[in-house]
DNA sequence: AATAAAGCCAACCGCGGTTCG
DNA sequence: TCGAACCGCGGTTGGCTTTAT
């Protein structure tokens, strides 16, 4: 059985693919006018072009055919593509046939280029996460000012204990004195005291009100898609409603 | 001036629906 | 009726150009 074109380049996979060479929109253009639009899968056959009849469909559906309009869309076209994509949805064949002379895979790009709100690129992920690590910073030197206060205030409270210990080991001792030879109900009484003295100490290192809200300070989600919304909202300094989007994307 | 990043667009891929032998 | 071929669609990718640093 004699292999014609098509079967041998299928079967070596030589299908040339990529972009398309002045020669080859020519003989495409050369086999529409002569055999019409269809039978995509014989222009191969016909005309030797290494290409598949998808490819050459879509060579021919988004560039060669003459009806197509050149350059940028209108602002009357783009007012047209909000309209029926808030309509349509993604339906871009649809859209593109109220848009003479626009190809479905045209308005498909305007539409991603200029209307799609994308995950952020690498600069501005780059510039969202300075901003982020300067927050952040700033809600550190906050937490270390809070605990530089607290340490003080803990200090200033130690001191205080141990002038009130050092005034009753004196009150002790001038009471020792009196009596030479004190009963050893006082010495536990001291002990007592002590331990007491070393315990309100300790005390002072537990959390207190001032140091829990200190330390429940906002911190980061793990989540990255709520961390990437308030950063978001962080720049944009926007409510959440705009981008008026379906969230399809 | 060099280089990295973003913008843009043509082309490819995979899938589902339709047609035809 | 069924399976292969064909077609069309939407999503994705690759590469060239432009812009920003």
């Known amino acids: 059985m004699a292999m014609d074109a098509m079967s041998s380049a299928v079967l070596q996979g030589a299908w040339r693919k990529g972009p398309w060479t002045a020669l080859e929109d020519r003989l495409l253009t050369e086999y529409v006018q002569q055999q019409g639009e269809g039978s995509w899968n014989s222009v191969a056959k016909l005309t030797g072009l290494r290409r598949s009849g998808k490819s050459c469909r879509l060579r021919w559906v988004n560039y060669l055919r003459p009806d197509l309009k050149r350059g940028k869309i209108t602002a009357d076209e783009e007012t047209v593509i909000l309209q029926l994509h808030a309509m349509l949805g993604n339906r871009w064949s649809a859209i593109a046939r109220c848009l003479p002379g626009r190809t479905d895979n045209e308005i498909k790009n305007y539409w991603r280029t200029h209307f799609k709100k994308a995950r952020p690129s690498r600069r501005a992920r780059a510039q969202l996460l300075h901003q982020y690590q300067l927050q952040q910073q700033q809600q550190h030197r906050q937490y270390l000012h809070a605990l530089h206060l607290l340490q003080q205030q803990q200090q200033e409270m130690q001191m205080q204990l141990q002038e009130n210990q050092q005034q ?74 705009s981008g008026g989007d379906s969230g399809e994307y």
């Open 168 to 241: 009753q080991q004196q009150q002790q001792q001038v009471m020792m004195m009196a009596q030479q030879s004190p009963p050893e109900e006082d010495q536990a009484v001291i002990t007592t005291v002590g331990n007491m003295n070393s315990m309100e100490t300790a005390e002072c290192y537990c959390p207190c009100p001032a140091a829990s809200a200190v330390l429940d300070l906002p911190l980061p989600a793990d989540d990255e898609d709520a961390l990437w919304d308030s950063l978001w909202r962080l720049v944009d300094g926007e409510d959440g409603s």
